[in-house]
Nanobody, 122 residues
């Protein structure tokens, strides 16, 4: 199976920047979409950004123009560059991948990392 490990979380002052990394490892056959979600206390987990293998990117409106998602497919890595951070960005950020365990016929599995805490102080 696939294992995801996030890194780069921490405490940041409002207006600051932070870079998150996620490394996928294990029995990787083919990773399609990679992305980031976040969950604040008492709130639902929400999409932050996703990026397909063809580099089609989707952002939540709340982070558009502030966050940048990228990936290194060859290294099974996905990144999230976060700028102009706001207190409302405070959450646990989770890495996720859509992994095709079998290419044909396709069989997809979704994996989640354990999360990394981002705290933005005001």
């Amino acid at each position: 199976q696939v294992h995801l490990v996030e890194s780069g979380g921490g405490l940041v002052q409002a207006g600051g920047s932070l870079r998150l990394s996620c490394a996928a490892s294990g029995n990787i056959v083919y990773i399609n979409t990679m992305g980031w979600y976040r969950q604040a206390p008492g709130k639902q987990r929400e999409l932050v950004a996703t990026i397909t293998r063809g580099n089609i990117i989707k952002y939540a409106d709340s982070v558009k123009d502030r966050f940048t998602i990228s990936r290194d497919t060859a290294k099974n890595m996905v990144y999230l560059e976060m700028t102009s951070l706001k207190p409302e960005d405070t959450a646990v950020y989770y890495c996720t991948v859509d992994h095709l365990v079998r290419l044909f016929p396709p069989n997809s599995e979704v994996y989640w990392g354990q999360g990394t805490q981002i705290t933005v102080s005001s």
